[in-house]
């Protein structure tokens, strides 16, 4: 499985960011994907994550603010980002996993996003 990020870019407090996942190879074993960000000094959190049924799963300090949604035809995950703050300024990677049977995850490469207050 391949994962293609693309979005990040520098934006200023308040605005929207849209970072989109784009996802080739053998996906169909996939069930969960999700966005993951780290910020310097700090370890990789979770963002968002959205499962193969929809059902989705937020950060407390993005509740609200961002919006995980994928588009099966596309083998796409996006994430809307709304509101942004500095303390949202991170490394943003994407990640798909397979929860079922043997765990695998793979990573994608990071995009830089990038908030001035």
């Known amino acids: 499985v391949q994962l293609q990020a693309s979005g990040g870019g520098l934006v200023q407090a308040g605005g929207s960011l849209r970072l989109s996942c784009a996802a080739s190879?053998?996906?169909?074993?996939?069930?969960?994907m999700g966005w993951y960000r780290q910020a310097p000094g700090n370890q990789r959190e979770l963002v968002a994550q959205?499962?193969?049924?929809?059902?989705?799963d937020y950060a407390d300090s993005v509740k609200g603010r961002f919006t995980i949604s994928r588009d099966d035809a596309k083998n796409t995950v996006y994430l809307q980002m709304g509101s942004l703050r500095p303390e949202d300024t991170a490394v943003y990677y994407c990640?798909?996993?397979?929860?079922?049977?043997?765990?695998?995850?793979?990573w994608g490469k990071g995009t830089q996003v990038t908030v001035s207050s």
């Open positions: 190879g053998f996906i169909s074993a996939i069930n969960v």
């Open positions: 990640k798909a996993e397979r929860t079922t049977a043997t765990y695998i995850a793979y």
């Open positions: 959205i499962t193969r049924e929809g059902s989705t």
